[in-house]
């Protein structure tokens, strides 16, 4: 989309990594908004997801880090990740002064989805055909955040369950920005030298393959990155992960300051 990728940037940032960020962080975020660029988020939610479930007594399982999503599974996905979660960040941003809107994939068809190639194991889990991205800079061009929780359907109707980072690398993709935000919990991508941990600078999709085949990328990590990774599709080029907590964090990457890993499709 034309000059969208001039003064709009994507963000990923997990449902829980959200809750736990501190007032400085919307601060932040509300700055870089009246400064002119506009913040787009996609959000997740998976632990908020795994307890209502478990509340409601409704067992789930992961199958290759998806979750298995029946019909009754994706009511409460719908409930929490366009409801409470989007509804909560929408509240935050607006409570630092910050003008936001939240929407799911499924209004006005945003988020298109067909079902993920192994859907006989998964369940309605969604890989994304085509996102409606002048509903994006409509809301950005009044002004507003948009937040999108990442649920998709199809032409039937048909809701999907699709993953936060899936969804964050094709809103990207179709807005034609090509740098990416992922935050989260973690200073970066890190490797032990001389025994103390220093993060990573820059790296490639294939400096990370080979750092998890050695180990050296191991425990929750591997997800972390893999997550980053499923976010370099079409247009987008690169993604930047960093810590949320770290002071001006997102002011920081946009000047362009070294902070956090950035992930390149190639060196």
Known sequence: MSGANTRTFVMKCG?????????????????IQLSGIQPVIVHGGGPAISENLSKLGIETEFVGGLRKTTEEVLD?????????????????????????????????????????????????????????????????????MPIIAPVGSDATGQRYN??????????????????????????????????????????????????????????????????AIACIHGEV????IVDGTEPQVLSRVLKGETIGTRIVRKN
């Not at 449902?15 to 700055?31: I, M, V, Y």
């Not at 080029?237 to 930047?240: H, L, N, S």
């Open 237 to 240: 080029q690169e993604v930047i």
């Open 76 to 144: 409460v996905v719908e409930m929490v990740l366009s409801g409470s979660i989007n509804k909560q960040i929408v509240r935050r941003i607006q409570s630092t002064g910050g003008k936001a809107i939240g929407i799911s994939g499924v209004d006005g068809s945003l988020i298109q989805a067909k079902p993920v190639a192994n859907s006989s194991e998964v369940g309605l889990v969604g890989d994304v055909t085509y996102v409606e991205a002048s509903i994006i800079q409509g809301i950005v061009d009044l002004g507003y």
């Open 162 to 227: 699709i993953n936060a980072d899936t969804a964050a690398g094709a809103v990207a993709s179709f807005l034609g920005v090509p740098q990416m935000i992922v935050v989260t919990d973690v200073p970066g991508i890190m490797r032990s030298v001389d025994g103390n941990k220093q993060v990573l600078p820059q790296v490639s999709i294939q400096d990370i393959e080979d750092m998890i085949a050695t180990g050296e990328i191991y425990g929750g990590m591997i997800p972390k990155v893999k997550a």
């Open 15 to 31: 449902g829980s990594t959200l809750a736990a960020l501190p007032d400085s962080f919307f601060t932040d975020l509300n700055e």
